[in-house]
């Protein structure tokens, strides 16, 4: 079975930063794509950024500039290094990655609550 674990998220003011990680753990033959997703309160979840196996990344729009998706393919983990926090961040953030596991799984994780105040 493999599973996703966040960790990172937090209450900030607006113009800080925050760090999230994300570690994927059990019977991994690879990972091809990391992402990070989120969800504010009436809204629908949302991609803010992924980076495949190879460092490609993708970003919303509205985090471009500011936010910096990273991974280390050998400890299995995805970062997303926030920086320039506006409340319109405010979010519970959920990590995603399609993992090969005998055949090919897109996992979620439980998400984090990023909080941004004004």
């Known amino acids: 079975q493999v599973r996703l674990v966040e960790s990172g998220g937090g209450l900030v003011q607006a113009g800080g930063s925050l760090r999230l990680s994300c570690s994927a753990s059990?019977?991994?033959?690879?990972?091809?794509?990391m992402g990070w997703y989120r969800q504010a309160p009436g809204k629908q979840r949302e991609l803010v950024a992924a980076?495949?196996?190879?460092?490609?990344?993708n970003y919303a729009d509205s985090v471009k500039g500011r936010f910096t998706i990273s991974a280390d393919n050998v400890k299995n983990t995805v970062y997303l290094q926030m920086t320039s926090l506006k409340p319109e961040d405010t979010a519970v953030y959920y990590c995603?990655?399609?993992?090969?596991?005998?055949?090919?799984?897109?996992?979620w994780g439980q998400g984090t609550q990023v909080t941004v105040s004004s």
């Open positions: 059990g019977n991994i033959f690879r990972i091809n794509t």
């Open positions: 980076i495949t196996r190879g460092s490609s990344t």
């Open positions: 995603n990655a399609d993992i090969i596991s005998g055949t090919v799984y897109n996992v």
